[in-house]
């Protein structure tokens, strides 16, 4: 019974890239909106910025299950890592609007690809399909929960190297 439930919630590749996915989510989520305002964008600024990033992942699922019939779900994940990295780093090089905008739609459309991929990559790589999403949820939420609290440390010190960290976790995670 210890080694099946060892064997059953040991990390996989697939927890470690998501877990870093989620750190990285995590931090950009505190650091992108504070940068925001320090660029002097404002507060409605940040809401654009925030509904971007929201209406670009709904925008990015519309194409999705035709990417999942075209690509396998670790060369999605994989791209959405990519993504996720690069919408953490971009706002480094520059803090203007249209530059932080951009950045929240590579973040959108990260969001929506690794999101369903990792999803469907669990439903379909586990041997009880209820214990992986489960387990996936887990790992989601543990980053989730991590990649904030982290994002708002670093960032008390500095804004960019928070979005650095962010950015090299995300590649990390690739």
């Known amino acids: 019974m210890t080694n099946n439930l060892q064997s059953k919630w040991f990390p996989t590749m697939a927890d470690v890239v998501t877990f870093l996915f989620c750190i990285s989510f995590g931090i950009t989520t505190v650091a992108i909106p504070l940068l925001a305002l320090e660029a002097g964008h ?13 209406g670009s992942q709904v925008l990015g699922r519309l194409g ?3 990417m999942l019939d075209i690509f396998a779900t670790k060369t999605l994940l994989a791209g959405a890592v990519v993504v996720m990295g ?3 780093l971009l ?26 991929s990792a999803q469907t990559h669990a439903v379909i790589s586990g041997p009880d ?46």
């Not at 090089?93 to 932080?100: D, M, Q």
């Not at 950045?103 to 959108?108: N, P």
């Open 42 to 54: 404002g507060v409605s600024g940040v809401g654009v910025l925030a509904a971007t990033s929201a």
């Open 64 to 66: 999705l299950t035709r």
């Open 86 to 88: 690069l919408s953490s």
């Open 91 to 116: 706002p480094v090089f520059s803090t203007t609007f249209a530059v932080l905008l951009l950045a929240q739609v590579l973040q959108g459309i990260s969001r929506a690809y690794f999101w369903t």
């Open 129 to 174: 399909r209820v214990t992986s999403v489960t387990r996936m949820n887990i790992v989601v939420s543990l980053g989730l929960l991590t990649g904030p609290i982290l994002g708002g440390f670093v960032a008390s010190q500095s804004l960019g190297r928070a979005l650095l960290i962010s950015g090299a976790v995300g590649m990390v995670a690739w």
